[in-house]
């Protein structure tokens, strides 16, 4: 029987979308062994930047212990990053939690905490300048669709954090279970963390 | 200047959350040619099937006028397409709507409410067989990324909306508007609609 962890996803205003609900997509049908849990500031309905609200089920005060932690990214970073109660949340969760994950400039969020500091990390390439700017630090790798340094394994932008969930699924679950979910989705799973086709220009 | 268009998505409990998040993803980031909102029988939040809730803007009865409509798919419609009010709703917009777009199972409930009578249409391949048992009348495809029958787009399993999106974005702005909307995401954009790796058994 498998030990089912508790994850918690970070809300905040203007969160993106697709960072969110991407990786709980995968992870929402994997009951056995997450049990996902959406955290915000003050609670209740939070609006994406697309202008989508999810509903949170715990302020941050009344937040249960967490295994996992998500951070996704979103305009909404550029804004958080100066809310230091958040930070200070950020920082305490992510000690405790024995995995944490981000997507896009969640990446920057966290640094900005403090928590990746010494850690490799990964980052939206349209805002990577700026998220990297959140963690002196932290030594930030600009080619990569993800990057796993074991405890902190942080994605490239947006629809990067449905691949690097499925890496995630692989290296804690299994590889089967992983590529299960990527057929179930009908996504094309990018298996490979060192080709990211964003990381030049569009052409 | 570009017309704004209201694009209503349709929520029912236990949807597949990534078969709504996918679309608005694109879409959402497009605010001067597509005004979202969500409908729900009751209107308030709606649980997906992943566990996580969207908020509607709007009860089906004090729903405005769409232009485009976009029906998911989930488990859930398996109890929609008993759900003779919610099917009569589905029938009305689908014909006031000038384009309708469904994602996965999302065409096995339209084609329930007569909506896709003699079009061309495909669905998820996991539960293509069942989709196709609610309209006997519409001609079925199986092997397609997404299915463009003029007013009616309908795309194959979760994952495949977003590619159907960005086609359907690509025909009503603009190719370069689609590939920018793309590479913003991070996404690898299967452009290629009779291109569907999905429809043979996993190896």
Redesign the interface.
Known sequence: MAETRRLGTLLFPDF???D???P??V???LPDHFE?V?VAEGGG?VR????????ADHDLDECPPLDVLLVPGGLGTRREVENEPLLAWLREHAQAATLVMTVCTGSGLLARSGALDGRRATS???AFDWAASQGPNVEWIRRARWIDDGKFVTS?????GIDMTLHVVAREIGREVA??AA??????W?RDADVD??VEP?R
């Not at 930047?49 to 509903?55: A, C, H, I, R």
């Not at 057929?183 to 094309?188: A, K, L, M, P, Q």
Request: aromatic residues 10%.
């Open positions: 993106e979308l697709l969110v609900c991407g709980l997509e992870l929402g049908v996902v959406l309905a994406s930047f697309q202008g989508q609200s999810l509903v939206n390439k349209r490239s932008g947006v629809s990067a590529e299960e057929w179930r989705i009908e996504y094309t990018h086709p964003f569009r």
